[in-house]
């Protein structure tokens, strides 16, 4: 069941020029738009449920300043800018607080409509 104003939402995410994704407390990933997809060379239906680090870097760890923790520990949105190694660029990482429950279960629809 599709929550109301939820194919907007998604439609003006997917018109962002940036990638974006929505990443719960345990690092999976529970949306990703048309940018992260291309930006990842995946669809980007592909890289729901996949853990963060090793989607977007190959990583088997939390990548190096990533603000997720803090963001949950402070109970705060944090903003932090992040390098990515492997396109040798820094990347503005952006995490809401709240997002998800304490066990990581998201509070919004992890599928597209």
């Known amino acids: 069941m599709a929550f109301p104003g939820v194919k ?3 439609a003006t995410l997917d018109a962002l020029p940036y990638s974006v994704m929505l990443v719960d407390s345990r690092h999976r ?7 992260a ?14 853990y963060c680090p090793q989607a977007v870097r190959g ?5 190096l300043g990533c ?3 803090e963001a949950a520990q402070e109970a705060k949105p944090v903003v932090r800018e992040v390098f990515d190694p ?3 660029r820094w990347k503005r990482v952006a995490v809401p607080h709240g997002v998800s429950d ?3 279960r998201p509070s919004v629809p992890a599928q597209r409509p």
């Open 67 to 69: 603000p997720l923790e």
């Open 86 to 88: 492997a396109r040798q």
């Open 8 to 10: 907007a939402l998604y």
């Open 59 to 63: 990583g088997e760890g939390p990548v």
């Open 29 to 35: 990933i529970l949306f990703a738009h048309r940018v």
């Open 37 to 50: 997809g291309r930006e990842m060379e995946a669809p980007p239906e592909s890289l729901l449920g996949q």
């Open 102 to 104: 304490r066990r990581g």
